[in-house]
Nanobody, 120 residues
Framework: QVQLVQSGGGLVQAGGSLRLSCGVS?????MGWFRQAPGKERDFVTA????????DYADSVKGRFTISIDKAKNMLYLQMNSLKPEDTAVYYC????????????????WGQGTQVTISS
C-alpha cells in the first residue's frame, strides 16, 4: 500500500523560508508538489524524475523553491525561500511511477496536504 505522509508548513513572514517534507512508503516514484489556494484550482509547483534528477518548476517559483529527493530515506522535500503572500496555499506532494506532469490528473498518489501561510 502506497502512503505519502507530509510534514512541515506553517506560518512565516514574507521573505522567510520553509521546508516541506513528504515521506513515501510502498514504493519508489517520480515526485511532485502542487498547491491549492482558497477558491482556486490545484496548481503545479514543481516535480522531479527520481532516476535522472531532472526537475520542472512553475515560473512563479523558479529560483525560489527547490525540490529534492533523499533516495535512502525515500523522502521528498520542498525548500521554499523568499516566500511571498501569494505562496499561501495548501501544499500537496504527489507520486507516480510513470513520469512527471504539470497536470493533476496524471498523478496516482497524493499526500494529505499541509497549510503554508505567508504574512505580509
Amino acid at each position: 500500500q502506497v502512503q505519502l505522509v507530509q510534514s512541515g508548513g506553517g506560518l512565516v513572514q514574507a521573505g522567510g523560508s520553509l521546508r516541506l517534507s513528504c515521506g513515501v512508503s510502498g514504493g519508489t516514484f517520480n515526485m511532485g508538489w502542487f498547491r491549492q489556494a482558497p477558491g482556486k484550482e490545484r496548481d503545479f509547483v514543481t516535480a522531479i524524475i527520481r532516476s535522472s534528477g531532472r526537475t520542472d518548476y512553475a515560473d512563479s517559483v523558479k529560483g525560489r523553491f527547490t525540490i529534492s529527493i533523499d533516495k535512502a530515506k525515500n523522502m521528498l522535500y520542498l525548500q521554499m525561500n523568499s516566500l511571498k503572500p501569494e505562496d499561501t496555499a495548501v501544499y500537496y506532494c504527489a507520486a507516480d511511477p510513470a513520469g512527471i506532469s504539470r497536470s493533476t490528473r496524471f498523478w496516482e498518489y497524493w499526500g494529505q496536504g499541509t497549510q503554508v501561510t505567508i504574512s505580509s
